[in-house]
């Protein structure tokens, strides 16, 4: 009983670049987000207006916002962990903005330091503020499946947060694998249990590839009935704040998956696969996709 169509959200110029070390210049950055909405993306994660002490990388997000080439029907997304993230982001003229915590205390205090509770403190008036200026309202919540720090995660902490997001009024709540961990069973069970707080159909799948399990938890993940899962370009990035992170699932693998099984995503996905291959071409190195390697090898 899988879904018809599916929405990915292409995450790769936000997860993917955040992570790495050598400045890309905004003009890539720039001439990505525009290839990828080329393709036909309805969702892309463009920028984070987070500290540039914290994200180097991420401090040309003005810039790139600016930049591109705003293809209608696109929503482009910005990450903003506090009111000074959210004014760059409106300013910027991002459509969603997306709040972002944790599911483990610990891995809340090494990437946007603080607690739990106090992250949600802090989105507070971001959420208002989202609404007030008629912004779409996301929220991400790392280490879902596992910590890098504490390990196991339960359940019920996944629940809670998920609930303590819905309260905020998000529009939609990304359950991440941020270290990649999962496997489908397991996959399933935290899904199901969020989908306690939340409307199931509002809910996304974020994978990362770590143990090579990201197709797997995405297919899982549509069994139980997910239909939004966000993947990266040329299976881009990693974590700054968890170790030995790689790239989300890559986006050539997820459309081939997904065109293979007959479901509708509105994405060219050879588009994709030469996005795939420029981004790479910059960085200097092959993408980790093997759908997008082996189309490109053609
Ligand atoms: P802090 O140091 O506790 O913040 O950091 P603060 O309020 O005390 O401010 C300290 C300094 O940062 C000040 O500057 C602020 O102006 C500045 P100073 O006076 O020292 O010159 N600052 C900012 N600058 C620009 N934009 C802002 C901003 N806020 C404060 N928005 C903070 C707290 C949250 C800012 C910091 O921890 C941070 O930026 N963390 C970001 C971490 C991050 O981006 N991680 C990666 C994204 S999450 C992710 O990838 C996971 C995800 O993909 C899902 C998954 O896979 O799990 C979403
Ligand atoms: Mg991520």
Known sequence: NLPRKVKIVEVGPRDGLQNEKENVPAPVKIELVDRLSRAGF??????????????????????VMAGIARRPGTLYSALTPNMQGFEAALAAGAGEVVI????????????????????????????KAAKANGLRLRASISTAFGCPYQGEVPLDAVADV????????????????????????????????AAQKFPLERLSGHFHDTYGQALANIYASMEVGVAIFHSSVAGLGGCPYAKGATGNVASEDVLYMMHGLGIETGVDLDQVVDAGQFISQHLGRKAVSRAGNAIAAK
């Open 42 to 63: 309805a969702n892309i994660e463009a920028a984070s207006f987070v500290s540039p002490k914290w994200v180097p990388q991420m401090a040309t997000s003005s810039e």
């Open 100 to 127: 972002f915590g944790a599911a483990s205390e610990a891995f809340s205090q090494r990437n946007i330091n603080c607690s739990i509770a106090e992250s949600i403190a802090r989105f507070e008036p971001v959420a």
């Open 162 to 193: 998920v609930a303590r997001m819905r309260d905020l009024g998000c529009d939609e709540i990304d359950i991440a694998d941020t270290i990649g961990v999962s496997t489908p069973r397991k996959t399933q069970a935290v899904m199901l249990r």
